[in-house]
């Protein structure tokens, strides 16, 4: 018989990391040790942010590029700026899980839209040669910061981490409870 998971937290996670096959190249980064590990513990939602915003997979791949005080979302050969399609899409999303009462959500690392502190911002200004010149979150991130700033976020990359895996969870469960 199935167990009831209705009792269990909400937790947003980035498509790929379960292995759907929406990465910009057609490929998945499916992620047992945060799929598997945890999902006797929590309700899985998966989401990836730029096909909510409407991208084809696959799809040209993308990086931020610094503009003035803020990041673009632009692909790699300079011809469009999905900035602001990302961000609306996220806000829409972000809002309805918001809503049903999203108590953490676990992204794919390094992503444009769902890296977690350590995605590349690039400098292209000698297209031959672009360099990394910092890092940052995601887009979708930072949405997901701004709009809820209470909600426990974690890259698949540091629940590899037993310690961190057990920390995640227990700020995911307080999160759930405060909202009982
Ligand atoms: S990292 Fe995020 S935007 Fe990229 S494929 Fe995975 S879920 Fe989609």
Redo the contacts with the bound molecule.
Sequence with gaps: MKADTSTLPLVGI????VG?R???NGA??YAPHVFDALSNDVRWE??????AAGLPVPRPAMWLLPAGDELRLWTHDGTIDHTQSLIDAAERTIQDLLARGMAGFV??AR?????VGDTPIMDCTEPSRPEVIGHTS?L?VQTLQRLGPEIPIASDEALHDPIQRTRFLEQVRRRFESQA
């Design positions: 980035s498509a790929c990391l759907e929406v990465r910009y998945h980064k998966n989401i990836c942010p730029e096909v992204a794919k992503s444009p839209s769902c890296g995601g979708f």
